[in-house]
């Protein structure tokens, strides 16, 4: 193999036939390139929807109510459905040992909202301190609402990046300045960055405060969880589903509502949602990959194609070459080396060229459910490796019959 | 240097065999010049693939420079056709894609002797068949002649004991195939063994015994008076 004498051989074999080097070249590169494109997509698949779904911690579980759609135990049906802070406490003590992290919410409505002079139309919602872990929320300035702010009833606020941008422009930092909720003078502490856009444009105050300074009584609107990570995915679904199903059979017993009605109440939980979107793209991967083996086998069918054709176009030469002294074993290294030397270089190259593609391409693109196409270079790395073996393989049954034939045979083609 | 005793082949043609060299006697003594003659079908070219291991015997026994040859591996053919043996072919059979001087650097590379060797070796014989001047341009670029010296300087890189030449002239015009025999018939002057296979005349003449096959049989074996080919170039 590192007998220089055949690496000068190959070369001035390669040298005079660029064509034929050229289109064999070719297979390989768009073989190669178009699975490792394959392949990067079927990544920026996962990637797109994983960044949807981080917008919320993984483990989030929600309940959110509505109205009963079935009569149960002498109640008509049409009744709305009221999450109360009774609710919140005793699920909160029922299973204290697998919750992580918990907050209701209310949203304080029928509000009115300043700063200075101006009017803002920003929704405020009375949440606890553990919801900024729950609704994953990072904080680009000051703090988050603790849990100090909500025993002393604390009139602070926490206000998106938006409401940042498009109000507070002309001061520094909105720390310290005061917006009034209904003439109640409450003071920024921080601000939140989200996902999405939309979720910026909130005030939080502390739930207490919300409750007792704008009427909302023992009300809430909403109740959030998220439940300690597991590192195991099938574990963390099983565990999500069974905290929503246990959640959701405390909250139907808690307001008298029919085990099957389904829209008195909804209780979410992201893994489970995520569980239906990883099978998804599961799938899409598994197609992807099935799409990048066939486009592989169209290329070893290819190289050995053209290798067949090479041994048969050289069949002359080998009957030459043979009675010049030249050995059946060294027939065979010589044609498999050169095959073996192209594939490789053009393999290679067909993957610097993808890589490099999706490298400087990839991260720009910018569409719903596809991030940074990417591909392991591992995996790429083994396509091309199989690829170069299988191409040999096929080389080696021509080379090696080629090889065997009888000299003047060789010699009487034409 | 070459002995074959009661040699025969036969070739299978579907269902029939074709006995072609029915017990052939031959004995040649190192700085022959030996033409071999006979009508196609003969057998000629066959005795010829045979003494050049190209193709294996049925029966005999084949001594070449008193190695029994027989029973050869694909491996031991090769080497043996490497280091005893070199062909000129009628057709020439030059690797189309290499210039005239590595096509007679071939054979050098098969013994494995250095490239820079291998070159200068090669320039050497491309000289002496007086073609030193196209030593780079490709077999398409040179006329039958000259691609027929370029196979004789070949033949001779590897210094072979046995030189086969098997129609050498077959392709050539009368001009040109006395200028490559003037090139053979000088190269037996310094020693080397030669057979030429051929079925003209005057060619055979050239060489200094006749061998006649007819039917996979000789029929006649003669020391002849050679004619010189310079005097007709």
């Given at each position: 193999m590192f007998d220089i004498e055949r690496w000068q051989e190959i070369f001035d074999t390669i040298r005079k036939n660029k064509l034929r080097t050229f289109l064999t070249g070719l297979s390989v590169a768009s073989g190669i390139f178009i699975l490792v494109i394959l392949l990067g997509f079927g990544q920026g698949m996962q990637n797109g929807i994983e960044q949807e779904f981080k917008q919320d911690a993984s483990t989030s579980v929600w309940a959110w109510p509505g109205v009963t759609s079935k009569e149960f135990k002498g109640l008509n049906p049409g009744r709305r459905i009221q999450f109360v802070n009774e609710n919140f406490n005793t699920v909160s003590s029922m299973y204290n040992?697998?919750?992580?992290?918990?907050?209701?919410?209310?949203?304080v409505r029928?509000?009115?909202?300043?700063?200075?002079?101006?009017?803002?139309?920003?929704?405020?919602?009375?949440?606890?301190?553990?919801?900024?872990?729950?609704?994953?929320?990072?904080?680009?300035?000051?703090?988050?609402?603790?849990?100090?702010?909500?025993?002393?009833?604390?009139?602070?606020?926490?206000?998106?990046?938006?409401?940042?941008?498009?109000?507070?422009?002309?001061?520094?930092?909105?720390?310290?300045?005061?917006?009034?909720?209904?003439?109640?003078?409450?003071?920024?502490?921080?601000?939140?960055?989200?996902?999405?856009?939309?979720?910026?444009?909130?005030?939080?105050?502390?739930?207490?405060?919300?409750?007792?300074?704008?009427?909302?009584?023992?009300?809430?609107?909403?109740?959030?969880?998220?439940?300690?990570?597991?590192?195991?995915?099938?574990?963390?679904?099983?565990?999500?589903?069974n905290f929503k199903n246990s959640l959701q059979t405390y909250l139907q017993q808690a307001h008298t509502v029919a085990p099957d009605d389904t829209g008195a109440m909804e209780v979410w939980s992201a893994m489970e949602e995520a569980k239906r979107y990883y099978g998804l793209t599961g799938n899409i991967k598994i197609f992807f990959w099935f799409v990048g083996i066939c486009t592989i086998v169209a290329g070893v069918v290819g190289v050995s194609n053209i290798m067949l054709i090479v041994v048969r176009e050289r069949t002359r030469e080998i009957g030459i070459r043979k009675a010049l002294g030249a050995k059946p074993w060294s027939i065979v290294g010589m044609i498999l080396h050169e095959a073996i030397f192209v594939t490789a270089i053009s393999g290679f190259g067909g993957l610097i060229f993808s890589m490099a593609l999706l490298e400087l391409v990839g991260p720009n693109i910018e569409v719903d459910y596809v991030v940074n196409p990417s591909v392991s270079f591992n995996v790429a790395f083994a396509t091309v490796i199989v690829l170069i073996l299988a191409g040999t393989l096929a080389g080696f049954v021509p080379a090696w019959r080629a090889a065997r034939v009888q000299v003047i045979e060789s010699l009487r083609d034409e | 240097m070459i002995e074959i005793k009661d040699l025969h082949k036969s070739y299978k043609m579907g269902s029939n065999s074709l006995h072609v060299l029915k017990g052939i006697n031959f004995t040649a003594e190192a700085g022959e010049l030996v033409a071999i003659m006979g009508s196609s079908g003969s057998g000629k070219s066959t005795l010829l693939n045979i003494l050049g291991i190209l193709d294996g015997a049925d029966s005999g026994e084949y001594t070449l420079d008193g190695v029994p040859i027989e029973d050869l591996t694909e491996t031991k053919a090769a080497q043996y056709r490497n280091k005893f043996l070199g062909f000129v072919f009628q057709s020439f059979n030059l690797i189309n894609y290499k210039s005239a001087l590595e096509n007679v650097a071939l054979p050098l590379y098969y013994q494995k002797v250095g490239r820079k060797e291998r070159q200068e070796k090669a320039l050497n014989y491309l000289d002496k068949v007086g073609l030193k001047e196209w030593a780079s341009h490709l077999p398409s670029e040179l006329s039958g002649g000259q691609k027929q010296r370029v196979a004789i300087a070949r033949a001779m890189a590897a210094e072979p004991k046995v030189l086969l030449a098997d129609e050498p002239t077959g392709a050539l015009d009368s001009t040109t195939s006395y200028e490559v025999m003037a090139l053979i018939q000088k190269i037996n002057d310094e020693g080397n063994t030669i057979l030429v296979v051929t079925h003209e005349e005057d060619i055979a003449h050239m060489c200094k015994r006749i061998v006649h096959l007819k039917d996979g049989v000789i029929v006649e074996d003669k020391k002849v008076k050679q004619v010189r080919a310079e005097q007709y170039v």
């Open positions: 040992d697998v919750i992580e992290y918990e907050s209701a919410r209310i949203f029928d509000v009115t909202v300043n700063y200075g002079k101006e009017a803002l139309v920003y929704s405020v919602q009375g949440v606890a301190s553990d919801f900024q872990f729950i609704e994953n929320t990072g904080m680009i300035d000051g703090r988050f609402i603790n849990y100090q702010d909500e025993i002393a009833l604390g009139k602070v606020a926490i206000i998106g990046k938006k409401i940042r941008t498009d109000v507070f422009n002309e001061v520094e930092t909105p720390i310290g300045e005061f917006v009034d909720i209904s003439g109640i003078p409450f003071k920024i502490i921080g601000v939140f960055k989200e996902q999405r856009e939309r979720e910026e444009e909130r005030i939080y105050i502390p739930i207490t405060t919300a409750q007792r300074v704008f009427n909302g009584g023992n009300r809430v609107n909403n109740l959030s969880y998220t439940l300690p990570p597991v590192q195991n995915f099938d574990e963390a679904v099983a565990q999500a589903v | -």
